[in-house]
Each structure stands twice: as structure tokens, then as C-alpha cells.
């Protein structure tokens, strides 16, 4: 969590610090601040509580010149949101100030020592204790920055991505990371330190993903050095890294998240292009042919990964089970990596995650190479943790999601655990070779068909507005829809902040039916498939009790229509196809609650769009 910018150069930082902060509010928003050695070599720093943009009144009036800065916006983990937690934080002496992206298991050890030796704290943060730390073995041992930064980070545990200014060196930033994200864009005599790219894309293409360890030092006039805890120069990789800007605006929609539920038909396109070729009937995923013989030898495949990523699993479990006839688990993997897990080396270890960057399904893919597992990563960020640690992987390649609630992510994920089910099922020999040419002929299918469901997004609108009142909803479905089920529960908590709950339909008869009464909604996702007479009788069960039901109905589902007084269109489609659709109205009926409840919908509250800890 925690975003983190620098820049040293030619332009005033001020700006693009700022400008960077805003773009990386999605991985923190509870505090933010901006330190800026200014043109008079007065080192500034500004904080404020709360988003960036309280920064910004804070700042509004006061000195924010200079070419040098740094800047960060926080998601809480050591020490409450506050001004005097928000980061940046400085040293003892007033030289040293400092941004920090993780956090510092040994911090409680390090400050003791440290406050023996006369260095005073004023903030309850894990932070503090790197900038004192720093300062502590470059005063005492009489070092250059950049030494010091190695130093103190080798007495360091924990995770941490930091840039460090040095009042007295105006032309130097000295960061580093270790299991935190860092990037550094080249510029024409200037340098870019950013969390992610995307502060970073409007200046320069040209970009150095740092490594876990690695210091790196960015002077003006000199060019970029990269070393390694042992102070041994490291070859600078510089990418060339293109980023659709226009994918990081609202494109004219009130919040991310709306923007992005539109964007779903144009970027599941995007997903598939190159890889289902309709001219040849199949679908080509490189990761399948170059890898072949290793995934099709799997004797199982274990799914690692959390929250919506985790629901878009419990889909690519079925796919694979169906199409490839290879058994699958699949494991949160906050649990998965503390509970011993029996990974053996003819496993494939899948780790699903839009930023890449989730701290515990990293750790559980360490786990499972450290096991000899095959890793493969279906990931949305392009150039992150996940996808660089893992052996072979699908890109979703939707496009950066903004908005806290995934939505683009979730639809890229099944589309490409669809493709990937195809390619293997074909290479393995398992699929049936109609069933394969239906699915790929109706996933073609899916984009339009999302277009018709936005299409109603007025009257669920208009729906949404007979909800809020509501303190509690159930949302269950069955086979391929009880995972969607859980991601309508799941969007609905995190936004509208209204208790929700999903379920297997059948299972409500097992304990959740007692809590159903005329105030309780219940949303069932009961498309046209398998098991539909089933859920007719579950809705049957609840309208005896006075539930309040609204139905996701295939279009023209006259029964269901009849039954109940609320329900959203769907069209047709395959059966495992069918989450694609059924998410879509849950995801608009989420949005719209929460706007109608008067809540911030793309960063709601304790929520960071990246979760980089544990
Ligand atoms: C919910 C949501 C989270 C993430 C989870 C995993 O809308 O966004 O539940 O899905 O934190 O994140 P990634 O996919 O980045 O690993």
C-alpha cells in the first residue's frame, strides 16, 4: 500500500509530485504529504490528513518552488491516519527526509536502539525509524548517502520501497526497494521515481523496473546507478514502457468505477485480440505453446490469490476442471502460504492479481517455487511483482483499473482463464471439438452482449434507488454463478459499506434462511442454465418468507418474471460464459447504491486499491 513519488531534474517538482500522488491515490489515500528542497535551499515540507487534495489546500499558500522533491500518500498500517504519521518523515538532525512504500518488522527493536543513542520519535510509524536509522550510520560512520542507504537497509526486516533527500545534496535522490514496488523513468536530465509507472508515462517512456535489493542512486548531470546491498554495480535495464494515458482519466463518467464498467466490451476485446483468431477457429495463448509439455503434464493446479481475484478462480477452477480434466484448487493465498501447504513439483501454481503487486499471493508464489512448482501469472499490470516472479503467465491487458472496486479486472481475469481452459483442453486432447469451437464462437459474442446490459444501466439506476435503505442482502446463485454471487456480496460491502452475503443458492436452506424477512433483499442470479428449476425453488423458499428478491434472469425468462417484482436482463449464453454477463448488472447495482448513499465511490473507506501487506 502507500504511494510514492520523487523527482529531481529541471521542471519544478511540485508539480509532478502532486500530478503523481493523484495518480497513485488508489493504493492509499489516508494522509499525504510533499517535502520540496526549494530554490532557496530551505527544505519545505507540507502534510496534511485525508486525500491529496487536502494536501493541496495545505500547501495552496505556502513555498512549493524547487527542483528536487518527494512525496507520498499513505494507507495506515503503523500508527492512525494523522499528520504527524503522514510521511514525509525526517530526521533528527533535519538533513534526512524520507517516503516509505511497506513496512519494517524490526522497527520496535531499531528504534529502542536508536533512542538509546539520543534520537527522538514523534510519530507512532515503522517509517521513522529508516530516516533516523540512515542518519544514525551516516553520521556515525562518516558515509556518502548512498552507503548510508545500504548500510542501515542490510539491519533492516521487512518490506520497503524509499526515496531518501538529503537537504545538503541538492542534486541527489537516493531510493531503493525490497518486496514494494519501484520505478524510475529516464528523462532528458531528469529522474522519476514512482510506485508505478503511471505518474511517471506522461514524462518519459523510458523506465527502469528496480529489483528487490537494489539501490539506486539519481544524480543531476550523471547518469542512473543501480547497486545492490553490497554496494556492487548493478546493469541498468532501461524498458521501453507505453501507457494509454487516456485509460488513467474518468473519459467524461462521474467515478473510475463507472468509467470502468463501460469500458468492460472495449477492453474484453482488447484481451482477446491476438489470441482468438476466428480466421483459424482456436485460440493461441503464447504461454500455452511455448510451455506446453510442462502444463500439460500438471497433475494439478493450485489458484492462488484474494478478494475479487480469488471469485475470478473459483470460475477458472470449473474451466479448467471442465475443459483440461486436470483437478484444480483454489486457496486464498493468506492461507495457502502460512499453513504448510503440499506443493509438489508436477503442480502448476496459478497466482491471479490485477496489480501484481498483493503481498500475499507474491509470498505464495515464493512458496511454490521454492517448491519447484511451475508458477504461472494471470496478472493486469504489466512489468509487476507477480509477473515478473512467475515462470511463464496472461497478461489481462484491460488497462489500468483506478476505481478501489475491481470490475475490468474481474471480466479480463475469466476471459483469459476461458482462453487459457481452450488452449490447454486443445493441447491436452480433452476438450470436445464442438464445445470448443461454441465457446470460442460465443466468447466473441460476450462483448456485445455486455454492451446491451449497460445499455440498462438508467433503470438500474432507477432500481438501486428502492435499496439503500437496506442494512443487510444475500446474493446467491448456483454452479458457474455462486462465484458471482460472492463478487456481487463482495462489490456491494466495499462500496456501499452495506453488510452483504453470498452464497450458494442451496446452502441458504442450511442456516442463511433465518435471517430472511421483508427487509432483507435477495439478489439471485438465476441465468437460464443448468440447474434453473432448482433455483426457482430456492426463490419459491424465500417469496414464502417475504423476501424481497431481484432476479438476474436470462432475457425473456417469463417464469421467473412472474415470481418476483424485481429483476434485470441478461442475454443468452453459454453456460460458462454466463459469469461474464450475470457480474455486469451486480457491479452497476453496487455503483449505483453506493452513489445514491452519497459515498466515495472509486476510494471508499480502510480500502487501498493494492494490498502490498500482509
Ligand atoms: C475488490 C478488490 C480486492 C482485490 C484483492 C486482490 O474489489 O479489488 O478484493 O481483488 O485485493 O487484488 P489483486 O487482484 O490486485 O491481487
Known sequence: MCGIVGYIGKRQAYPVLIGGLHRLEYRGYDSA????????DRLNVYKAKGKVSELEAVAEEKDCSGTVGIAHTRWATHGGPSTVNAHPHVSESGNLTLVHNGIIENYAVLRDQLKQRGYHFQSETDTEVLVQLIEYVQTSLGLSLEDAVQAALKRVIGAYAIVVLDRRFPDLLVAARKSSPMVVGIGEAEYFIASDASPIAEYTKQMVYLKDEEVVVCERGRELRVYNLSGENVPVEVKNVELDLTMLDKGGFPHFMLKEIFDQPSVL????????LPEHGRVILSAV???RERLCQARRIVIVSCGTSWHAGLIGKQLLEHFCKIPVEVEYASEFRYREPVILPDDVVMAISQSGETADTLAAISLAREAGAFVFGVVNAVGSSIARNTDTGTYIHVGPEIGVASTKAFTGQVCVLTMLALAL?????????????????????????????????????????????????????????????????????EISYIHAEGYPAAEMKHGPIALI??????????THHQLHEKIISNMQEVRS???????????????????????IEVPDTLACLAP???????????????????????????????????
Open 33 to 40: 504529504g510533499v517535502a520540496l528542497l526549494s530554490d532557496s
Open 269 to 276: 476485446q482488447d484481451c482477446m485480440r491476438g489470441r482468438v
Open 289 to 291: 505453446t511455448e510451455h
Open 425 to 493: 483442453g486443445e493441447a491436452r486432447g480433452t476438450v470436445d471439438a464442438g464445445e470448443y469451437k461454441a465457446v470460442l464462437n460465443e466468447l466473441q459474442q460476450i462483448p456485445g452482449k455486455i454492451e446491451r446490459i449497460l445499455a440498462q444501466n438508467d433503470r438500474i439506476e432507477t432500481l438501486s434507488k428502492i435499496f439503500t435503505y437496506a442494512h443487510n442482502f444475500l446474493y446467491l446463485g448456483r454452479g458457474w454463478n455462486y462465484p458471482v454471487a460472492l463478487e456481487g456480496a463482495l462489490k456491494l460491502k
Open 517 to 526: 424477512d421483508q427487509e432483507m433483499p435477495v439478489v439471485f442470479i438465476a
Open 545 to 567: 418468507r417475504n423476501g424481497r428478491i431481484i432476479a438476474i434472469i436470462t432475457e425473456g425468462d417469463e417464469v421467473v418474471k412472474q415470481m418476483v417484482s424485481e429483476y
Open 580 to 614: 461474464l454477463l450475470s457480474v455486469i448488472p451486480l457491479q452497476l447495482l453496487a455503483y449505483h447504491i453506493a452513489v445514491q448513499k452519497g459515498l466515495n465511490v472509486d476510494q471508499p473507506r480502510n480500502l487501498a486499491k493494492s494490498v502490498t501487506v500482509e
